[in-house]
């Protein structure tokens, strides 16, 4: 975002600025002000299109890339693996005292499933 000087007002000490939504603001004359534009605005507008542009992103981050669900693993890689079909057989909530490898899906969910009668904001009411 960026705003435009309008006017200076030098005996109160004060500048006019015009904002990007349109509305003006006066602030001191003293304060200070980046110039210019960030660097690589825009940069996550464009696609990546393909795998291998994915790998080399996150090869540099960290190990989160790709993304392999449980249910599409073999059961001694992840709770939820194993079957003839991919699904999970059994319930996603787990305790949260349960030991670390089982803790996968939903852990210590006090509820789950759609929120049903819940009540109206003053937006919702018009």
Do not use: M
Not at 60 to 86: D, L, M, S, T, Y
Not at 113 to 118: H, I, K, N, P, T
Request: net charge positive; charged share 30%.
């Amino acid at each position: 975002a960026f705003a435009v000087v309008v006017s200076h007002d030098e005996d109160k000490g004060s500048t006019r600025l015009r904002l990007p939504s349109g509305g003006k603001k006066t602030v001191p004359s003293g304060v200070r002000a980046q110039i210019g534009v960030v660097a690589g605005g825009g940069r996550t507008d464009k696609p990546l299109l393909k795998a291998g542009r994915a790998y080399h992103k996150y090869a540099v981050k960290r190990n989160c890339w790709p993304k392999i669900r449980g249910v599409a693993k073999n059961p001694v890689e992840h709770p939820f693996g194993g079957g003839n079909h991919q699904h999970i057989g059994k319930p996603s909530t787990v305790g949260k005292e349960r030991p670390s490898g089982r803790k996968v899906g939903l852990i210590g969910a006090r509820r789950t499933g759609r929120l049903r009668g819940v009540k109206k904001t003053g937006q919702d009411k018009d």
